[in-house]
């Protein structure tokens, strides 16, 4: 006898396109051929969809101060650890074990979205997505994105914004 689906693969989508179709917000999808050989998931996913690197978002799971949080950057910059630790209240960051990132949010790394995570963990935006109408961001599975409005993702992530991101 053959396995029921879970339900977001019935609908063709994932953990967060479920959570942002639940809640009734605007998106689109944008798949593109993943090629395991590029050097960087966003990067790649920018490039792709024919995007501006600074509107592609990167989801990062970092320790601050022993609690998992989330850091959603542009593929283009780097994670300023000090920003987000003080960003949330902390004192020090550091990424997260690989491992760890993956069964907390319940995604596979280079897919890892900030909707949908299997635990919600506090979450901070950069600053510069808010210079955007759009941005993409991880739809939690490799060579597949989202295009949402900056606000949007604020608010369905409970995110803080911040200045986290480096050039």
Known sequence: MAKKPKKNQQQGGTPATVALTSAGVPYTIHAYDHDPSHPSYGE?????????PDRVFKTLVADVDGALTVAVV????????????????????AMADP???ERTTGYVRGGISPLGQRKKLPTVLDASASAHPTICI????????VELSPEDLTKLTEATVAPIGRA
């Open 44 to 52: 790649e996913a920018a490039e792709a969809m024919g995007v501006s």
């Open 99 to 101: 491992a760890l990132a």
């Open 138 to 145: 991880s739809a939690g599975r490799r060579g597949l994105e």
């Open 74 to 93: 542009p593929v283009a910059g780097q994670l300023d650890l000090k920003a987000l630790a003080s960003a949330v209240g902390g004192k020090r960051a």
